[in-house]
């Protein structure tokens, strides 16, 4: 792969929790825009690559590069501005406020701009492009809706719409579809991966399904003990026999169940 | 929704009308009750400083540390340097606050819920024991705070101390309004349902609960020289003893969080019932005053503002 042109490169990177290995040898490049699925058995060490990515742990050793830049153990916060965002598996909002003040503080805090945090919240600007946004997530409908309130997928939405508000480069979505209606989900799917290839987002998301992976991605990488044991494009990943043996298992069963392992690890 | 619609644009003009009502109506008021308002509307500032912790879902036990530091900025200003205008004093009271918050802000930031809690009671619990130990510092009888001036001048009423306690409490009130209403201020509300997600939006969440902890400190701070003026006098028991922590966390309970002019309200009903409930019953005073806090948490848990809203959210349905 043309390393100039990826936006991130991961190489040898490797982490351990006492003895335990959780990440192994983990090496790959995204391009600008991509949209790549990564698979895997529950603690194959996805939500950890992810995590891992966005700072929220610091790997035992090997080299994350954003765009050029050295970003191996950012802080998240920091990894936020220099463009890489993510959503989460259990959606993190601010459960007491409506969508629009959900999406106002993440437009607000979206700019870096101490004076402007000292203007209203519902400023004249920060409105019209929080409308902007509402639109695009279609989010309109719930605008004054106490996000504690929403329904799973509208929440999930809204989580995703506040991690892209700053339109980043790289976008980490973990389980987006987790606990999402089977009859919402491709709704959800449709309108996220629309508007993130509008805006030439490059998109990593951890995703169990493999109808929704089948269909929205350009390239799936598959874990399995903390390894990638294929990373290739969906037509011939879903037929690779490593893939099919440890990940997808005997007959194709696809895995539906939330990873329950990996989301206590979040919390 | 009712917090909403209540601070949209109405609370300045509120602040602003009270303000005048209270500054014409002190014209006619006995001395005592002059007196026991100028208390309650220097402890509601001191509350309005709670509330902004409060908002981000910290409770601190131990405010009576700001409220004692900016009452002995006053009193030992006076004591070292004879300054006795009112300016000075309050300057004196809010840097010397500020200070002191901002440098333990740098441990408190760290902590959440009942450990923030009880390290701030630890905190004001450490100035009192100095206190009390020291000579220097007035020991448990503390120092006698003269009458304040104002530029020079030495009224000879209280009234213009009213006026000025009032003035600085809708300066204040409004202020916090605007920065409640503010992109920054509603990063209280933000830290309190989600830290992660204020992390992962690009701010810092310690830094946050540090900026707000300082403002805390500066608003208890600066109520603590006003009471102290008011009163004439400071003492470890009356300004720093947890006592006086556990009153103001009281009255922000009896106030409730709806607005900036709740504390105030609440500060100025605690002072009148405490008043009223001694003048009843002399040796459970104390019962009386707990028992209106229970009926208070029972019957209306967003506090005495709780009624406010009630008359203005039927005001607005009126209106269609």
């Known amino acids: 792969m043309d390393n100039a042109s ?14 335990i290995v959780a990440a192994k040898n983990i090496n790959t490049d995204i391009k600008p825009g991509e949209v790549v699925g990564i698979i895997g058995a529950n603690g194959a060490g996805k939500t950890v690559f992810v995590n891992m990515i966005t700072g929220y742990l610091k790997p035992s050793s090997g080299s994350i590069e954003f765009a050029g830049r050295n970003i191996t153990g950012i802080e998240p916060r920091d990894a936020t501005h220099i463009g890489v965002c993510r959503s989460f598996q259990i959606s993190q909002v601010f459960m007491s406020m409506t969508v629009m003040n959900n999406l106002l503080v993440a437009i607000s805090l979206a700019n870096h701009d101490t004076r402007s945090l000292l203007r209203p919240l519902n400023s004249m600007r920060r409105v019209r492009e929080c409308e902007q946004v509402m639109e695009r997530y279609k989010l309109s409908d719930y605008r004054d809706q106490v ?26 979505l973990d ?37 929704i992976v089948q269909r929205y991605v350009d390239r799936i990488m598959a874990f399995y003990q903390g ?40 919390a | 929704m009712i917090v909403k619609t209540l601070s949209s644009d109405h609370t300045i003009g509120w602040v602003v009308a009270s303000f005048t009502t209270l500054a014409i109506v002190g014209l006619f008021l006995p001395n005592w009750v002059l007196n026991g308002t100028m208390f309650g509307l220097a402890r509601g500032l001191a509350v309005l400083g709670l509330l902004l912790l409060w908002r981000t879902g910290l409770i601190s036990f131990g405010h009576a540390l700001y409220f004692g530091i900016g009452a002995y900025a006053v009193a030992l200003l006076e004591k070292y340097t004879g300054v006795s205008d009112i300016f000075l004093r309050l300057a004196a009271a809010l840097i010397a606050a500020s200070v002191v918050g901002f440098i333990l802000g740098f441990v408190l930031r760290n ?29 448990t009888d503390g120092f006698s705070v003269s009458q304040t001036t104002i530029l020079g001048w030495q009224p000879e009423t209280k009234y213009p101390l009213f006026l000025m306690i009032i003035l600085i409490g809708a300066l204040a009130a409004v202020g916090v309004h605007v920065y409640f209403r503010s992109a920054l201020g509603h990063l209280t509300t933000a ?130």
Not at chain 1, 150 to 172: C, E, F, N
Request: aromatic share 10%.
């Open chain 1, 175 to 211: 389980e987006p579809t987790s606990g999402v209606s089977v009859d919402e989900k491709f709704d959800l799917m449709d309108i996220v991966v629309n508007a993130l290839r509008e805006q030439g987002t490059a998109v990593l998301f951890v995703e169990h399904d493999m109808d």
């Open chain 2, 111 to 139: 902590y959440r819920g009942i450990f923030f809690a009880m390290l701030s009671l630890a905190f004001s619990m450490v100035l009192y024991g100095v206190l009390i130990k020291s000579e220097a510092l007035g020991s």
């Open chain 1, 6 to 19: 990826s936006i991130l490169r991961v190489r040898d990177l490797n982490k351990s929790f006492a003895g």
């Open chain 1, 227 to 266: 390894e990638i044991i294929c990373d290739a494009p969906p037509e011939l990943a879903l037929r690779d026999s490593k893939v099919i043996e440890y990940v997808l298992g005997p007959g194709h069963a696809i895995q539906l169940v939330g990873d329950r392992l990996e989301e206590s690890r979040h």
């Open chain 2, 191 to 320: 830290v309190r349902d989600n830290e992660i997600r204020v992390e992962y939006l690009g701010y810092s969440v310690a830094r946050a609960i540090h900026l707000k902890y300082v403002f805390s400190a500066a608003l208890t701070g600066t109520a603590g020289g006003l009471f102290a003026m008011a009163l004439g006098q400071v003492d470890p028991d009356s300004m720093v003893n947890w006592t006086v922590s556990g009153e103001l966390v009281f009255i922000s309970v009896l106030s409730g969080p709806g607005s900036v002019a709740a504390p105030f309200i609440g500060a100025v009903a605690f002072e009148f019932l405490r008043t009223f409930a001694f003048e009843l019953a002399p040796h459970a005073w104390q019962l009386i005053v707990g028992g209106t806090l229970l009926g208070i948490i029972f019957f209306l848990p967003r506090g005495l503002w709780s009624l406010m809203e009630h008359v203005l959210m039927r005001k607005e349905r009126r209106r269609g």
């Open chain 1, 147 to 172: 996000a504690g309130t929403l329904a799973q997928g509208v929440r999930k939405l809204l989580d995703i719409a506040m991690a892209v508000v700053s339109k980043p480069k790289l976008l980490l």
